[in-house]
């Protein structure tokens, strides 16, 4: 088969492809618009009667539960129906119609009763005896007190009468517009080929999976506008290939993190079990098992986040601000670092003075067990003093020790991602991934951290966290 009649097929395809959508949609927005017309009506219809309902109810002076009674119902329904082209019902609470303007379809679905009497307004469109009808109910309020309902019975004979009429008037026209479009594109398919012949040529160049080369053909029809798309779509699948590239590179960084905040609870495990071999009082026993369990669960708790944060494909940190006392956190870090600590022969010293500040409790807490474990790691200290004051609108955390200091070119690059640092440290006891975590925590909570060091001189870390709560 050639290609010219290939194309004759396609956009014979195509053209009926578009006909029958346009046909669906034109058929689903003119029966639309006329039920929300009708529906519309039987609304403003419902508004009415229940004043004129009222109204019965004031002029004859019945209980306005014998409104929805079988003695009333049925008449107070035929007042409502007459003059109109839908039948009028009234349904009691117990769901039953107690009164209907005619004795036809008595017997259709009821479930939009059960729903008018929750309190809302229910449409339905249901079959009965070889037509449809709009069913409109809705519930009747008094004095704050649902006391029943009316329900609107609408013939859709009409309607349907209407869409029939547009249906056939649609498919002639359609057939006309396929004929006249089939000639049309049997007397061009000959002019189109021409160019096609060199842009099959330039397809060649890009076949090899070469996005960059652009396709020379500059025609002012169709096939110029296809080459126009395809260079479009050449730029797009090279820029889609970027951005995955960026997004592996993302996803890696942030399971990098993650891991690496694993480390913490795991260490501190390890360590109080090291700790109760060597121990012979229950109670310090029981209570390194505590911090254990605690740690523990802290750790699960982390294995959770990152399966929903895997499941919802979303890398972004989550912070849950609340105002807690910074000094708690602060003793209770130091708690479960007390073995490494202990192991690594390091005194501390703690001057913490009562500081309430807004913060989340589990990110704070990681940030303190990353600063601590890299002074204990690299530090080199033998000292620790740790001092918590409260400063103008922050909360201050100072965190110093005796070590070996850190340069001024290793200071410009602490707390750079990983993924930018040339000469990035990968060793057993770091992944040079701690203090940009820290980082990212402390600004989402909306403080800050800072770094003072000299050589030979030690390390100073300050922590600030806002006591009023971050707009």
């Known amino acids: 088969m050639g290609l010219r009649n290939k194309m004759f ?25 006329m039920i929300e017309r009708d529906t519309q009506t039987l609304s403003q219809y419902s508004a009415l009667h229940r004043i004129e309902a009222l109204k019965i109810v004031s002029d004859q ?12 119902a049925p008449f107070i329904a035929s007042h409502l129906a007459s ?51 709009l069913i409109y109910s809705v519930p009747f309020w008094y004095e704050e007190k649902m006391v029943g309902g009316f329900r609107y019975l609408l013939d859709l004979h009409e309607n349907i009468e209407t869409l029939h009429q547009m249906r056939s008037w649609f498919i002639g026209a359609a057939l006309g517009c396929l004929i006249f479009s089939l000639l049309a594109s049997y007397s061009f398919s000959s002019f ?37 798309d395809f260079n479009h779509m050449s730029d797009a699948l090279q820029h889609h290939i970027e951005m995955l590239h960026y997004e592996q590179g993302k996803q890696k960084a942030f399971y990098d993190n993650i891991t690496h905040e694993l480390k913490t609870p795991l260490t501190s495990i390890i360590g109080f079990s090291d700790l109760i071999a060597r121990m012979n009082r229950m ?31 979303d890398e972004a940190w989550r912070i849950t601000l609340e105002q807690a006392d910074l000094g708690a956190i602060i003793t209770d870090s130091l708690r479960i670092l007390q073995p490494t600590l202990q192991k690594s022969a390091i005194a501390t010293t703690v001057k913490i003075s009562p500081c309430n500040v807004y913060l989340d409790p589990k990110r704070t807490q990681q940030v303190l067990f990353n600063v601590i474990d890299n002074a204990i790691k690299h530090s080199e200290c033998t000292q620790l003093h740790i001092e918590l004051m ?43 991934l701690g203090l940009p975590i820290c980082k990212q925590f402390m600004e989402l909570q909306g403080g800050s951290i800072s770094i003072r060091s000299k050589e030979g001189q030690g390390t100073e870390v300050q922590l600030q966290f806002p006591i009023n709560q971050p707009m």
């Open 390 to 432: 409260e400063q103008e609108d922050y909360g201050l955390v100072r965190i110093m020790d005796n070590g070996k200091g850190i340069s001024e070119q290793e200071q410009q690059t602490l707390f750079l991602p990983s993924e930018e640092k040339q000469d990035r440290i990968i060793s057993d006891e770091s992944h040079g």
């Open 192 to 228: 189109l080929m021409r160019p096609l012949h060199a842009l099959q040529q330039a397809l060649k160049l890009v076949s090899v999976g070469d996005f960059s080369r652009k396709i020379g053909v500059h025609s002012q029809d169709e096939v110029g506008e296809l080459a126009k």
């Open 83 to 133: 003059n109109s082209n839908f039948q009028v019902q009234l349904f009691a609470l117990d769901e039953t119609i107690v009164g209907s303007s005619s004795d036809k379809e008595n017997l259709l679905k009821r479930n939009d009763i059960k729903t008018a009497l929750t309190g809302k307004t229910t449409t339905v469109i249901t079959a009965g005896e070889g037509t449809q009808y």
């Open 61 to 72: 002076k019945i209980n306005i539960d014998q409104l929805f009674s079988g003695k009333y």
């Open 283 to 313: 109670e310090d026993i029981q209570d390194c098992n505590i911090y254990i369990r605690k740690e523990s669960t802290r750790l699960l708790n982390m294995v959770e986040d990152l399966l929903q944060t895997s499941l919802k494909g």
């Open 9 to 33: 097929i396609q956009h014979a395809v195509t053209i009926v492809m578009l006909l029958t959508a346009m046909y669906f949609i034109v058929n689903y927005t003119l029966n639309k618009s």
